[in-house]
């Protein structure tokens, strides 16, 4: 593996190097159990009898699979001054094993650029950096009691609680030579997914400490003609959006709420609530998605819990006959209704079932989007929901999740109707077309189905168009059928105090350092992309 590059005089202007980032883009790893399950998955479709028997056997290679796919050893990474310039050698060091040491991670880093910043301004070192604030909101407490939400300076914190639940955000202001777009960029809003997209944040803040410690030890740059403009770019991080999901290995919050469909206008939520709870079929599917067993105990602890690979075979193995009846019912669904309209039942959500999956809540924000919107309108100052926004503003928002797609690629969701009038979308929109295209994913696979969903946390609700621009950069792991089996299961898990969130995790965040590589690289890439970008 190549050593981490740092290029240090790339991250507000168009000048990025390649280098950013690691080069082994294309390295995969295809393992014989995933091979093995996705030939027993088409076989079955194909084949349709005897599905018991062919579906044990698939259950049997996933939970193999998963086994196998086992964590990789921790790496130290400390989080001290000296340590974040000298120790921080290896990319799994913007890798975290759990939401505590994320969080952790995060805060520590937008707190050492305050202080670069404060010791630039002491020794008149001229920085690009203008300006670091963080903010972090504390959303426990009832989520239709919005009194509740507290928000404070995080510099402030003398330690940083491994225990609380906190959506957080950094706010960087810097000098650009030219113009530019502002960027929003968010992660954990699946909570489980999260992990990527704090990877990608907390990677850009080491590089941005990295590059102000070259620049304070040289005492600024050499030449600052070119930014004596008055141009300024303001860029948003808003981690872990669902922090009780990252931190319990979930895809929804504490009220089984999935915060990407919650997000619903005043005006939608009335008939949204209130059609037919079998609009999309999901009635026909609760069966499949909602099955009934007996699990066993759940076991105690925040985080995901250390098991035996014995004990992980064996609590599966005891219900292996439920589970393929599950996984027989899943594909028959997607047989006989075709792949498309399956998802998009799936995807569409719904709104009546509080315990079911997919459920998008009962109309109110969760205190979560609360938090997202004041750290976008009031924190940040882009005063886009509330209509307010400036006439000339430009944001960019990057939303990122996992699950769906080729193993480690991406494909980029966007409302394509948002470019049809606007040249800097349109220009975005080209943009990101040619950024997948080298992705050489099934583009049209992962985003179809959802056509009518709503209530996306990037929606036209919290980024409307034409100010702003909405990107969800979505990250292949496992094939769709294990994904949906996976959140299948962890559900019923949770309902009946059982702990499957290993099925979850795994299906979301593999730990295997080739596929670590390739998306961290595919998230750089699109950051990178965004910085450089330039308007006209």
């Not at 620049?215 to 300024?232: A, P, Q």
């Not at 996984?327 to 998009?344: E, F």
């Not at 990101?432 to 990037?458: H, R």
């Not at 730990?511 to 998306?519: D, T």
């Amino acid at each position: 593996r190549p050593p981490l590059p740092l290029q240090l005089k790339e991250h507000c202007s168009p000048h990025f190097s390649e280098a950013w980032i690691p080069q082994d883009h294309h390295t995969t790893t295809t393992t014989t159990t995933r091979t093995i399950l996705q030939a027993v998955i088409a076989a079955s479709t194909i084949a349709m009898f005897p599905l018991r028997h062919i579906f044990a056997v698939a259950a049997i290679s996933h939970i193999i699979w998963i086994w196998i796919d086992s964590p990789k050893p921790v790496y130290f990474c400390p989080l001290n001054r000296e340590g974040l310039t000298n120790d921080w050698t290896d990319e799994n060091c913007y890798w975290s094993t759990s939401y505590a040491e994320a969080r952790e991670k995060f805060i520590s880093l937008g707190n050492r650029l305050r202080e670069q910043l404060m010791l630039s301004q002491d020794e008149n070192a001229f920085l690009d950096l203008l300006d670091v604030r963080s903010i972090t909101y504390d959303i426990a407490g009832n989520s239709e009691d919005y009194s509740s939400l507290q928000a404070i300076d995080a510099s402030t914190l003398q330690t940083i609680s491994p225990e609380i639940d906190t959506v957080d955000a950094i706010l960087v202001t810097m000098r650009v030579p030219e113009d530019h777009v502002d960027i929003i960029h968010s992660s954990g809003t699946h909570g489980v997914e999260g992990y990527l997209g704090s990877a990608v944040q907390i990677r850009f803040l080491h590089e941005m400490f990295l590059q102000n410690e070259a620049l304070l030890e040289n005492k600024g740059r050499e030449n600052t003609s070119e930014y004596g403009n008055g141009k300024v770019r303001k860029i948003l991080l808003i981690h872990a959006v669902n922090p009780f999901g990252m931190r319990h290995h979930r895809r929804t919050n504490e009220n089984n709420v999935d915060l990407n469909r919650n997000v619903l206008a005043a005006d939608k939520i009335k008939s949204v609530i209130e059609r037919d709870p079998n609009y999309f079929g999901y009635v026909d599917m609760d069966p499949v998605l909602n099955p009934i067993y007996t699990p066993a105990p759940r076991q105690s602890g925040n985080d995901l819990p250390e098991q035996s690979s014995y004990d992980t075979i064996h609590t599966f193995m005891k219900e292996v006959g439920s589970m393929a009846s599950v996984i027989a019912s899943i594909v028959k669904i997607i047989a006989s209704k075709g792949y498309s309209n399956a998802k998009r039942t799936i995807v569409s959500a719904q709104y009546h079932k509080k315990a079911g999956v997919f459920y998008g809540g009962n109309g109110r924000w969760e205190n979560s989007v609360v938090a997202v919107q004041h750290a976008i309108d009031e924190f940040a100052g882009f005063s886009l929901s509330s209509g307010d926004a400036d006439a000339q503003s430009k944001v960019l928002w990057i939303d990122v999740h996992t699950g769906l797609g080729k193993y480690g690629s991406y494909t980029s969701l966007i409302k394509k109707e948002v470019t049809d009038n606007n040249l800097w979308t349109s220009q975005l929109n080209t943009l990101v077309a040619d950024l997948e295209e080298k992705q050489a994913s099934n583009s049209k696979a992962v985003s179809s189905g959802y056509e009518q969903t709503v209530g996306f946390i990037n929606g036209d609700v919290l980024c409307p168009p034409p100010a702003c621009f909405a990107v969800s950069q979505e990250f292949g792991t496992r094939p769709g059928v294990a994904v949906i089996l996976s959140l299948v299961l962890e559900n019923k898990g949770f309902w009946g105090k059982s702990e499957y969130a290993y099925l979850t995790s795994n299906a979301f965040q593999p730990r295997r350092l080739s596929w670590r590589r390739i998306a961290l690289r595919g998230g750089s890439e699109m950051l990178l992309a965004a910085l450089k970008f330039q308007p006209r």
